[in-house]
Protein backbone atom coordinates (compact mmCIF):
# COMPACT_ATOMS: atom_id res chain seq x y z
CA UNK A 1 0.00 0.00 0.00
CA UNK A 2 1.59 3.58 -0.95
CA UNK A 3 1.35 6.46 1.28
CA UNK A 4 2.72 10.24 1.00
CA UNK A 5 4.13 11.59 3.78
CA UNK A 6 4.52 15.43 3.86
CA UNK A 7 6.62 17.03 6.04
CA UNK A 8 5.88 20.12 7.30
CA UNK A 9 7.74 22.23 9.76
CA UNK A 10 8.01 26.18 10.65
CA UNK A 11 11.37 27.25 8.27
CA UNK A 12 12.36 29.77 10.88
CA UNK A 13 13.02 27.07 13.27
CA UNK A 14 16.26 25.66 11.15
CA UNK A 15 19.29 26.80 11.57
CA UNK A 16 22.13 26.20 8.01
CA UNK A 17 23.95 23.06 10.48
CA UNK A 18 20.57 21.69 11.67
CA UNK A 19 19.58 21.72 8.04
CA UNK A 20 22.15 19.77 6.99
CA UNK A 21 22.05 17.61 9.83
CA UNK A 22 18.11 16.73 8.90
CA UNK A 23 19.17 16.20 5.23
CA UNK A 24 21.86 13.67 6.11
CA UNK A 25 19.71 11.81 8.42
CA UNK A 26 16.54 11.68 6.02
CA UNK A 27 18.76 10.32 3.21
CA UNK A 28 19.74 7.87 5.33
CA UNK A 29 16.50 6.78 5.95
CA UNK A 30 15.80 6.73 2.29
CA UNK A 31 18.50 4.26 2.24
CA UNK A 32 17.28 1.82 5.23
CA UNK A 33 13.59 1.74 3.52
CA UNK A 34 15.07 1.25 0.09
CA UNK A 35 16.85 -1.77 1.33
CA UNK A 36 13.47 -3.18 2.37
CA UNK A 37 12.10 -2.47 -0.70
CA UNK A 38 9.93 0.20 0.70
CA UNK A 39 11.37 3.44 -1.11
CA UNK A 40 9.67 5.02 -4.06
CA UNK A 41 10.93 8.44 -3.54
CA UNK A 42 11.43 11.34 -1.51
CA UNK A 43 12.82 15.02 -1.31
CA UNK A 44 13.33 18.52 0.46
CA UNK A 45 11.37 21.35 -0.91
CA UNK A 46 12.83 24.39 -1.83
CA UNK A 47 11.12 26.82 0.77
CA UNK A 48 7.69 28.39 0.49
CA UNK A 49 9.17 32.21 -0.87
CA UNK A 50 10.55 29.77 -4.21
CA UNK A 51 6.66 29.03 -4.73
CA UNK A 52 4.98 29.74 -7.53
CA UNK A 53 0.89 29.75 -7.74
CA UNK A 54 -0.92 28.93 -10.92
CA UNK A 55 -4.80 28.79 -11.38
CA UNK A 56 -6.40 28.40 -15.15
CA UNK A 57 -9.92 30.49 -14.31
CA UNK A 58 -12.11 31.34 -18.21
CA UNK A 59 -9.03 29.94 -19.72
CA UNK A 60 -6.77 32.55 -17.96
CA UNK A 61 -3.61 31.17 -16.76
CA UNK A 62 -2.98 33.28 -13.26
CA UNK A 63 0.35 33.27 -11.67
CA UNK A 64 0.69 34.28 -7.78
CA UNK A 65 4.34 34.72 -6.10
CA UNK A 66 3.94 32.52 -2.96
CA UNK A 67 2.45 29.49 -1.35
CA UNK A 68 -0.56 28.58 -1.75
CA UNK A 69 -1.76 29.69 1.73
CA UNK A 70 0.32 31.31 4.53
CA UNK A 71 0.19 29.02 7.31
CA UNK A 72 3.06 28.54 10.54
CA UNK A 73 4.17 25.28 9.34
CA UNK A 74 4.88 24.95 5.52
CA UNK A 75 5.39 22.09 3.49
CA UNK A 76 9.26 21.32 3.51
CA UNK A 77 9.40 17.97 2.11
CA UNK A 78 7.62 14.86 1.14
CA UNK A 79 8.64 10.81 1.47
CA UNK A 80 6.55 8.26 -1.09
CA UNK A 81 6.69 5.33 0.31
CA UNK A 82 5.14 1.15 -0.04
CA UNK A 83 4.42 -0.37 2.84
CA UNK A 84 1.94 -3.23 4.23
CA UNK A 85 -0.58 -1.01 6.40
CA UNK A 86 -0.90 2.52 8.07
CA UNK A 87 0.35 1.45 11.02
CA UNK A 88 3.87 0.52 9.20
CA UNK A 89 4.09 4.24 7.81
CA UNK A 90 3.02 5.79 10.59
CA UNK A 91 6.52 3.92 12.05
CA UNK A 92 8.19 5.15 9.02
CA UNK A 93 7.00 9.03 9.79
CA UNK A 94 8.31 9.10 13.48
CA UNK A 95 11.62 8.23 12.08
CA UNK A 96 11.77 11.26 9.64
CA UNK A 97 14.26 13.70 11.56
CA UNK A 98 11.68 16.41 10.67
CA UNK A 99 8.87 15.12 12.90
CA UNK A 100 10.28 15.70 16.24
CA UNK A 101 10.36 19.85 14.98
CA UNK A 102 7.01 19.92 12.94
CA UNK A 103 4.47 17.44 11.95
CA UNK A 104 4.06 14.89 9.28
CA UNK A 105 0.85 13.77 7.33
CA UNK A 106 0.19 10.65 5.80
CA UNK A 107 -1.91 10.36 3.10
CA UNK A 108 -2.88 7.13 1.60
CA UNK A 109 -2.15 6.98 -2.26
CA UNK A 110 -5.40 6.58 -4.39
CA UNK A 111 -4.75 3.52 -7.01
CA UNK A 112 -5.67 4.98 -10.25
CA UNK A 113 -4.93 2.73 -12.83
CA UNK A 114 -3.73 3.69 -16.68
CA UNK A 115 -1.59 6.02 -15.04
CA UNK A 116 2.19 5.61 -16.86
CA UNK A 117 5.03 4.78 -14.57
CA UNK A 118 8.11 7.18 -13.82
CA UNK A 119 11.21 6.79 -15.53
CA UNK B 1 -34.62 -23.32 18.30
CA UNK B 2 -35.15 -19.61 17.84
CA UNK B 3 -34.87 -18.97 21.53
CA UNK B 4 -31.83 -21.08 21.78
CA UNK B 5 -30.05 -19.56 18.68
CA UNK B 6 -31.18 -16.22 20.66
CA UNK B 7 -29.32 -16.94 23.66
CA UNK B 8 -25.95 -18.22 21.13
CA UNK B 9 -26.27 -14.88 19.46
CA UNK B 10 -26.15 -12.90 23.06
CA UNK B 11 -23.42 -15.20 23.85
CA UNK B 12 -21.50 -15.79 20.79
CA UNK B 13 -22.27 -13.18 18.16
CA UNK B 14 -19.28 -10.83 19.07
CA UNK B 15 -16.79 -13.34 18.83
CA UNK B 16 -18.21 -14.86 15.42
CA UNK B 17 -18.57 -11.10 14.26
CA UNK B 18 -14.70 -10.21 15.44
CA UNK B 19 -13.35 -13.46 13.17
CA UNK B 20 -15.52 -12.38 10.04
CA UNK B 21 -14.12 -9.12 10.41
CA UNK B 22 -10.89 -10.91 10.07
CA UNK B 23 -11.84 -13.41 7.31
CA UNK B 24 -13.70 -10.84 4.93
CA UNK B 25 -11.90 -7.73 5.88
CA UNK B 26 -14.66 -5.80 5.61
CA UNK B 27 -16.93 -4.40 8.91
CA UNK B 28 -20.39 -4.24 6.91
CA UNK B 29 -19.84 -7.19 4.92
CA UNK B 30 -19.18 -9.15 8.30
CA UNK B 31 -22.28 -7.94 9.88
CA UNK B 32 -24.92 -8.62 7.20
CA UNK B 33 -23.32 -12.01 6.45
CA UNK B 34 -23.57 -13.23 10.33
CA UNK B 35 -27.05 -11.66 10.54
CA UNK B 36 -27.91 -13.84 7.54
CA UNK B 37 -25.86 -16.79 9.22
CA UNK B 38 -27.72 -16.57 12.24
CA UNK B 39 -31.33 -16.58 10.70
CA UNK B 40 -30.29 -19.71 8.22
CA UNK B 41 -28.82 -21.95 11.55
CA UNK B 42 -32.76 -21.29 12.88
CA UNK B 43 -33.89 -22.62 10.08
CA UNK B 44 -30.87 -24.99 9.27
CA UNK B 45 -30.94 -26.74 13.11
CA UNK B 46 -34.59 -26.76 13.14
CA UNK B 47 -34.83 -29.49 10.60
CA UNK B 48 -31.31 -31.44 10.58
CA UNK B 49 -30.55 -30.71 14.07
CA UNK B 50 -27.15 -28.76 16.14
CA UNK B 51 -23.78 -28.93 14.52
CA UNK B 52 -21.05 -30.14 16.16
CA UNK B 53 -19.48 -27.13 16.79
CA UNK B 54 -22.11 -24.23 16.36
CA UNK B 55 -19.58 -21.03 16.74
CA UNK B 56 -17.47 -22.86 13.33
CA UNK B 57 -20.61 -23.75 11.07
CA UNK B 58 -21.55 -19.71 11.63
CA UNK B 59 -18.13 -18.77 10.69
CA UNK B 60 -17.92 -21.00 7.80
CA UNK B 61 -22.25 -20.25 6.92
CA UNK B 62 -21.34 -16.55 7.13
CA UNK B 63 -18.63 -16.84 4.95
CA UNK B 64 -20.47 -18.55 1.95
CA UNK B 65 -23.41 -15.89 2.18
CA UNK B 66 -20.64 -12.86 2.38
CA UNK B 67 -19.57 -14.30 -1.47
CA UNK B 68 -23.14 -14.97 -2.50
CA UNK B 69 -23.79 -11.00 -1.13
CA UNK B 70 -20.64 -10.13 -3.37
CA UNK B 71 -22.01 -11.75 -5.89
CA UNK B 72 -24.67 -10.37 -6.27
CA UNK B 73 -23.72 -6.32 -6.06
CA UNK B 74 -21.38 -6.79 -8.75
CA UNK B 75 -23.18 -6.65 -12.20
CA UNK B 76 -19.88 -7.61 -14.23
CA UNK B 77 -19.16 -11.31 -14.58
CA UNK B 78 -15.45 -10.24 -14.54
CA UNK B 79 -15.36 -8.04 -11.47
CA UNK B 80 -17.54 -10.97 -9.47
CA UNK B 81 -15.21 -13.23 -10.18
CA UNK B 82 -12.28 -10.47 -9.54
CA UNK B 83 -13.91 -10.69 -6.27
CA UNK B 84 -15.38 -13.76 -5.22
CA UNK B 85 -11.58 -15.10 -5.55
CA UNK B 86 -10.56 -12.32 -3.43
CA UNK B 87 -12.50 -13.00 -0.52
CA UNK B 88 -11.72 -16.78 -0.81
CA UNK B 89 -8.05 -16.18 -1.17
CA UNK B 90 -7.91 -13.60 1.90
CA UNK B 91 -10.31 -15.62 3.82
CA UNK B 92 -8.41 -19.00 3.25
CA UNK B 93 -4.99 -17.64 4.20
CA UNK B 94 -7.09 -15.92 7.63
CA UNK B 95 -8.23 -19.35 7.92
CA UNK B 96 -4.67 -21.18 8.25
CA UNK B 97 -3.79 -18.95 11.17
CA UNK B 98 -3.02 -20.90 14.38
CA UNK B 99 -6.53 -21.88 16.39
CA UNK B 100 -4.56 -19.65 19.42
CA UNK B 101 -5.00 -17.05 17.01
CA UNK B 102 -8.57 -16.89 16.85
CA UNK B 103 -8.86 -16.39 19.90
CA UNK B 104 -7.35 -12.73 19.13
CA UNK B 105 -10.10 -11.87 17.42
CA UNK B 106 -12.03 -9.71 19.83
CA UNK B 107 -8.55 -7.95 20.63
CA UNK B 108 -8.09 -7.25 16.88
CA UNK B 109 -10.98 -5.96 17.41
CA UNK B 110 -11.03 -3.54 20.47
CA UNK B 111 -7.34 -2.74 19.31
CA UNK B 112 -9.01 -1.23 15.69
CA UNK B 113 -11.47 0.16 16.59
CA UNK B 114 -9.59 2.77 19.37
CA UNK B 115 -6.63 3.14 16.80
CA UNK B 116 -4.84 6.60 17.84
CA UNK B 117 -5.40 7.24 14.02
CA UNK B 118 -9.23 7.42 14.72
CA UNK B 119 -10.84 10.60 16.37
CA UNK B 120 -11.13 10.20 20.27
CA UNK B 121 -15.36 10.31 19.50
CA UNK B 122 -14.99 7.95 16.62
CA UNK B 123 -12.93 5.23 18.84
CA UNK B 124 -15.87 5.77 21.33
CA UNK B 125 -19.03 5.34 18.73
CA UNK B 126 -17.13 2.61 16.79
CA UNK B 127 -16.20 0.27 20.29
CA UNK B 128 -19.27 0.79 21.58
CA UNK B 129 -20.94 -0.44 18.23
CA UNK B 130 -18.66 -3.04 17.27
CA UNK B 131 -17.59 -4.46 20.23
CA UNK B 132 -20.57 -3.75 22.58
CA UNK B 133 -23.44 -4.38 19.89
CA UNK B 134 -24.83 -0.98 21.32
CA UNK B 135 -27.18 0.62 18.39
CA UNK B 136 -26.39 3.73 17.30
CA UNK B 137 -29.82 5.33 19.13
CA UNK B 138 -28.38 3.76 22.06
CA UNK B 139 -25.42 5.80 21.52
CA UNK B 140 -26.86 8.35 20.53
CA UNK B 141 -29.02 8.44 23.79
CA UNK B 142 -26.05 7.92 25.93
CA UNK B 143 -23.65 10.94 24.49
CA UNK B 144 -26.60 13.42 24.00
CA UNK B 145 -25.96 13.50 20.54
CA UNK B 146 -28.21 12.44 17.41
CA UNK B 147 -28.42 8.94 15.70
CA UNK B 148 -27.27 10.71 12.42
CA UNK B 149 -23.64 12.05 13.89
CA UNK B 150 -23.08 8.59 15.34
CA UNK B 151 -23.72 6.94 12.15
CA UNK B 152 -22.11 9.15 10.42
CA UNK B 153 -19.22 9.23 12.91
CA UNK B 154 -18.83 5.23 12.67
CA UNK B 155 -18.85 5.90 8.35
CA UNK B 156 -16.17 7.86 8.32
CA UNK B 157 -14.23 5.46 10.87
CA UNK B 158 -14.65 2.61 8.24
CA UNK B 159 -13.39 4.75 5.55
CA UNK B 160 -10.85 5.80 7.24
CA UNK B 161 -9.75 2.01 8.15
CA UNK B 162 -10.69 0.58 4.72
CA UNK B 163 -8.61 3.51 2.37
CA UNK B 164 -5.70 4.05 5.06
CA UNK B 165 -5.39 0.32 5.77
CA UNK B 166 -5.81 0.94 9.19
CA UNK B 167 -4.38 -3.18 10.36
CA UNK B 168 -6.23 -5.58 11.94
CA UNK B 169 -4.31 -7.05 14.04
CA UNK B 170 -2.78 -6.88 17.83
CA UNK B 171 -0.49 -4.17 18.01
CA UNK B 172 3.66 -5.06 17.80
CA UNK B 173 5.53 -5.23 20.90
CA UNK B 174 7.04 -2.11 20.20
CA UNK B 175 3.30 -0.04 19.78
CA UNK B 176 2.13 -2.27 22.47
CA UNK B 177 1.79 0.16 25.48
CA UNK B 178 0.54 3.16 23.68
CA UNK B 179 -2.01 1.23 21.83
CA UNK B 180 -2.91 -0.11 25.08
CA UNK B 181 -3.38 3.86 26.58
CA UNK B 182 -5.55 4.38 23.88
CA UNK B 183 -7.43 1.27 24.73
CA UNK B 184 -7.68 2.01 28.25
CA UNK B 185 -8.80 5.56 27.56
CA UNK B 186 -11.91 4.47 25.84
CA UNK B 187 -13.17 2.48 28.10
CA UNK B 188 -13.14 5.41 31.26
CA UNK B 189 -14.23 7.46 28.45
CA UNK B 190 -17.66 5.73 28.10
CA UNK B 191 -17.34 4.94 31.85
CA UNK B 192 -17.19 8.53 33.15
CA UNK B 193 -19.55 9.35 30.59
CA UNK B 194 -22.31 6.73 31.87
CA UNK B 195 -20.61 7.94 35.53
CA UNK B 196 -21.29 11.46 35.83
CA UNK B 197 -23.24 13.28 32.46
CA UNK B 198 -21.04 15.77 31.05
CA UNK B 199 -23.78 18.10 31.23
CA UNK B 200 -27.34 18.33 31.78
CA UNK B 201 -29.89 16.90 34.25
CA UNK B 202 -29.19 13.45 35.17
CA UNK B 203 -25.80 12.78 37.43
CA UNK B 204 -25.70 9.15 36.21
CA UNK B 205 -26.49 7.20 33.11
CA UNK B 206 -26.55 3.43 34.59
CA UNK B 207 -25.76 1.71 30.77
CA UNK B 208 -22.83 2.69 30.01
CA UNK B 209 -20.83 2.65 32.85
CA UNK B 210 -22.28 -1.08 32.86
CA UNK B 211 -20.87 -1.71 29.23
CA UNK B 212 -17.68 -0.33 30.49
CA UNK B 213 -17.20 -2.82 33.40
CA UNK B 214 -18.58 -5.32 30.44
CA UNK B 215 -15.74 -4.16 28.55
CA UNK B 216 -13.33 -3.79 31.35
CA UNK B 217 -13.78 -7.51 31.92
CA UNK B 218 -13.71 -8.63 28.48
CA UNK B 219 -10.28 -7.06 27.82
CA UNK B 220 -8.91 -8.53 31.44
CA UNK B 221 -9.92 -11.72 30.32
CA UNK B 222 -8.09 -11.14 26.81
CA UNK B 223 -5.01 -9.34 28.33
CA UNK B 224 -4.35 -9.96 31.76
CA UNK B 225 -2.66 -6.55 31.80
CA UNK B 226 -1.90 -5.07 35.39
CA UNK B 227 -3.00 -1.60 33.93
CA UNK B 228 -6.04 -3.10 32.83
CA UNK B 229 -6.93 -4.69 35.64
CA UNK B 230 -6.48 -1.33 37.90
CA UNK B 231 -8.76 0.06 35.18
CA UNK B 232 -11.52 -2.80 36.23
CA UNK B 233 -10.81 -1.95 40.02
CA UNK B 234 -11.07 1.62 39.82
CA UNK B 235 -14.02 1.32 37.36
CA UNK B 236 -15.81 -1.41 40.11
CA UNK B 237 -15.23 0.64 42.93
CA UNK B 238 -16.92 3.96 41.77
CA UNK B 239 -19.75 1.61 40.73
CA UNK B 240 -19.60 0.37 44.25
CA UNK B 241 -20.66 4.27 45.22
CA UNK B 242 -23.65 4.36 43.01
CA UNK B 243 -26.53 4.46 45.00
CA UNK B 244 -24.85 5.99 48.03
CA UNK B 245 -23.84 8.79 45.31
CA UNK B 246 -27.37 10.76 44.66
CA UNK B 247 -30.43 11.26 45.79
CA UNK B 248 -32.96 9.96 44.67
CA UNK B 249 -34.00 13.49 42.76
CA UNK B 250 -30.92 13.69 41.24
CA UNK B 251 -28.97 15.39 43.89
CA UNK B 252 -25.14 14.68 45.44
CA UNK B 253 -23.68 13.66 47.88
CA UNK B 254 -20.33 14.03 48.83
CA UNK B 255 -18.37 11.13 50.11
CA UNK B 256 -18.13 11.94 53.63
CA UNK B 257 -21.97 12.41 53.90
CA UNK B 258 -22.65 8.50 51.74
CA UNK B 259 -24.28 6.24 53.71
CA UNK B 260 -21.49 3.24 53.30
CA UNK B 261 -24.14 0.80 54.26
CA UNK B 262 -25.15 1.37 50.96
CA UNK B 263 -21.53 0.55 49.00
CA UNK B 264 -21.81 -2.43 46.64
CA UNK B 265 -19.22 -4.82 48.93
CA UNK B 266 -19.33 -7.25 46.50
CA UNK B 267 -18.05 -5.05 43.55
CA UNK B 268 -15.44 -3.59 46.18
CA UNK B 269 -14.21 -7.30 46.88
CA UNK B 270 -13.66 -7.77 43.47
CA UNK B 271 -12.30 -4.50 42.85
CA UNK B 272 -9.75 -5.04 45.63
CA UNK B 273 -8.62 -8.53 44.61
CA UNK B 274 -7.64 -7.00 40.69
CA UNK B 275 -5.85 -4.36 42.59
CA UNK B 276 -4.05 -7.08 44.51
CA UNK B 277 -3.11 -8.82 41.46
CA UNK B 278 -1.69 -5.82 39.60
CA UNK B 279 0.45 -4.64 42.18
CA UNK B 280 1.92 -8.03 42.47
CA UNK B 281 3.58 -7.44 39.46
CA UNK B 282 5.19 -4.74 40.36
CA UNK B 283 4.14 -3.10 36.84
CA UNK B 284 1.55 -1.25 37.70
CA UNK B 285 0.69 2.48 36.92
CA UNK B 286 -1.86 5.15 37.08
CA UNK B 287 -5.28 3.25 37.02
CA UNK B 288 -3.90 0.93 39.61
CA UNK B 289 -2.65 3.62 41.87
CA UNK B 290 -6.01 4.98 41.49
CA UNK B 291 -8.06 2.21 42.28
CA UNK B 292 -6.27 1.96 45.28
CA UNK B 293 -7.07 5.22 46.81
CA UNK B 294 -10.56 4.46 46.16
CA UNK B 295 -10.02 1.30 47.96
CA UNK B 296 -8.84 2.98 50.73
CA UNK B 297 -11.93 5.04 50.87
CA UNK B 298 -13.93 1.81 50.51
CA UNK B 299 -12.12 0.37 53.77
CA UNK B 300 -13.11 3.07 55.75
CA UNK B 301 -15.95 2.84 58.16
CA UNK B 302 -16.68 6.71 58.02
CA UNK B 303 -14.49 9.60 56.84
CA UNK B 304 -13.09 10.34 60.08
CA UNK B 305 -11.62 6.71 60.32
CA UNK B 306 -9.73 7.01 56.78
CA UNK B 307 -6.58 6.32 56.34
CA UNK B 308 -5.41 9.78 54.93
CA UNK B 309 -2.18 8.99 55.14
CA UNK B 310 -2.02 6.51 53.10
CA UNK B 311 -4.38 8.01 50.65
CA UNK B 312 -1.60 10.97 50.44
CA UNK B 313 1.22 8.54 49.94
CA UNK B 314 -0.95 7.01 47.33
CA UNK B 315 -0.84 10.30 45.76
CA UNK B 316 2.85 11.18 46.22
CA UNK B 317 3.23 7.93 43.85
CA UNK B 318 1.02 8.81 41.53
CA UNK B 319 2.45 12.26 41.22
CA UNK B 320 5.66 10.68 40.24
CA UNK B 321 4.19 8.24 37.84
CA UNK B 322 1.30 10.80 36.04
CA UNK B 323 2.07 14.53 37.24
CA UNK B 324 -0.86 16.79 36.99
CA UNK B 325 -2.28 19.55 38.41
CA UNK B 326 -5.57 17.64 38.42
CA UNK B 327 -3.79 14.90 41.20
CA UNK B 328 -1.85 17.40 43.03
CA UNK B 329 -5.08 19.34 43.62
CA UNK B 330 -6.70 16.01 44.76
CA UNK B 331 -3.66 15.24 46.64
CA UNK B 332 -3.85 18.74 48.28
CA UNK B 333 -8.06 17.49 49.50
CA UNK B 334 -6.17 14.66 50.85
CA UNK B 335 -3.79 16.71 52.60
CA UNK B 336 -6.26 19.26 54.25
CA UNK B 337 -8.12 16.01 55.22
CA UNK B 338 -4.80 14.58 57.62
CA UNK B 339 -3.17 18.21 58.16
CA UNK B 340 -5.98 20.36 58.53
CA UNK B 341 -7.73 22.99 55.81
CA UNK B 342 -4.70 25.60 56.05
CA UNK B 343 -2.31 22.92 54.65
CA UNK B 344 -4.60 21.59 51.71
CA UNK B 345 -5.69 25.50 51.14
CA UNK B 346 -1.85 26.73 51.18
CA UNK B 347 -1.32 24.20 48.16
CA UNK B 348 -4.61 24.74 46.28
CA UNK B 349 -3.70 28.44 46.20
CA UNK B 350 -0.02 27.56 44.88
CA UNK B 351 -1.75 25.81 42.12
CA UNK B 352 -4.15 28.52 40.82
CA UNK B 353 -1.26 31.31 41.23
CA UNK B 354 1.04 28.67 38.92
CA UNK B 355 -1.67 29.98 36.51
CA UNK B 356 -3.14 26.18 36.60
CA UNK B 357 -6.76 25.12 36.61
CA UNK B 358 -8.30 28.10 36.84
CA UNK B 359 -11.03 27.11 34.52
CA UNK B 360 -11.61 24.00 36.60
CA UNK B 361 -15.10 24.50 38.90
CA UNK B 362 -13.86 21.64 41.34
CA UNK B 363 -10.41 23.49 42.22
CA UNK B 364 -12.25 26.44 42.67
CA UNK B 365 -15.10 24.34 44.54
CA UNK B 366 -12.24 22.77 46.98
CA UNK B 367 -10.76 26.35 47.52
CA UNK B 368 -13.72 27.26 48.55
CA UNK B 369 -14.53 24.58 50.94
CA UNK B 370 -11.15 24.68 52.84
CA UNK B 371 -11.93 28.44 53.23
CA UNK B 372 -15.27 28.26 54.66
CA UNK B 373 -14.11 25.77 56.96
CA UNK B 374 -11.45 28.38 57.94
CA UNK B 375 -14.01 30.85 58.66
CA UNK B 376 -12.85 32.90 55.57
CA UNK B 377 -16.37 33.41 54.67
CA UNK B 378 -15.90 36.43 52.17
CA UNK B 379 -13.44 34.30 50.41
CA UNK B 380 -15.58 31.23 49.89
CA UNK B 381 -18.60 33.20 48.89
CA UNK B 382 -15.94 34.32 45.75
CA UNK B 383 -14.82 30.42 45.39
CA UNK B 384 -18.16 29.35 45.58
CA UNK B 385 -19.07 32.23 42.99
CA UNK B 386 -16.59 31.06 40.31
CA UNK B 387 -16.80 27.48 40.65
CA UNK B 388 -20.48 28.07 39.97
CA UNK B 389 -19.86 30.04 36.70
CA UNK B 390 -18.05 27.36 35.51
CA UNK B 391 -19.64 23.94 36.80
CA UNK B 392 -21.80 22.70 34.19
CA UNK B 393 -23.48 19.54 35.62
CA UNK B 394 -27.11 20.42 37.19
CA UNK B 395 -26.76 18.17 40.37
CA UNK B 396 -23.34 20.31 40.59
CA UNK B 397 -24.74 23.58 40.48
CA UNK B 398 -27.75 22.81 42.79
CA UNK B 399 -24.97 21.83 45.53
CA UNK B 400 -22.69 24.44 45.51
CA UNK B 401 -25.75 26.99 45.24
CA UNK B 402 -26.97 25.52 48.45
CA UNK B 403 -23.51 25.75 49.89
CA UNK B 404 -23.41 29.04 48.65
CA UNK B 405 -26.78 30.09 50.09
CA UNK B 406 -25.51 28.42 53.68
CA UNK B 407 -22.59 30.81 53.76
CA UNK B 408 -24.86 33.72 54.10
Known sequence: ?119 | MREFVGELYVRESRRVYATLVRLLGDFDLAEEAMHEAFAAAIEQWQQYGLPANPRAWLVSTARFKAIDTLRRRTRSAEMQEALVRRVDELSSINAERAAHDIEDDRLRLIFICCHPALAPEAQIAMTLREVCDLTTEQIAAAFLTSPTTIAQRIVRAKRKIREAKIPYEVPSLADFPSRLASVLSVIYLVFNEGYSASSGESLTRPDLSGEAIRLGRLLVELLPDPEVMGLLALMLLHESRRTARATPEGDLILLQDQDRSQWNQKLIAEGRQWIERSLDSRRFGMYTIQAAISAVHAEAASTGETDWAQIVALYDVLLRSAPSPVVELNRAVAIAMRDGPAAGLALIDGILNSGELSDYHLAHAARADLCRRLGRTNEARIAYKRALNLAQQEPERRFLQKRLAELR
Open chain 1, 1 to 119: MKYMLLIYSAEGAWTEETRAQCMADSTKLCHELAERGQFLGASPLHPVATATCVRVRNGNRLLTDGPFVETTEQLGGYFLIDVANLDEAIAVAGRIPAASKGTVEIRPIFELSGLPSPK
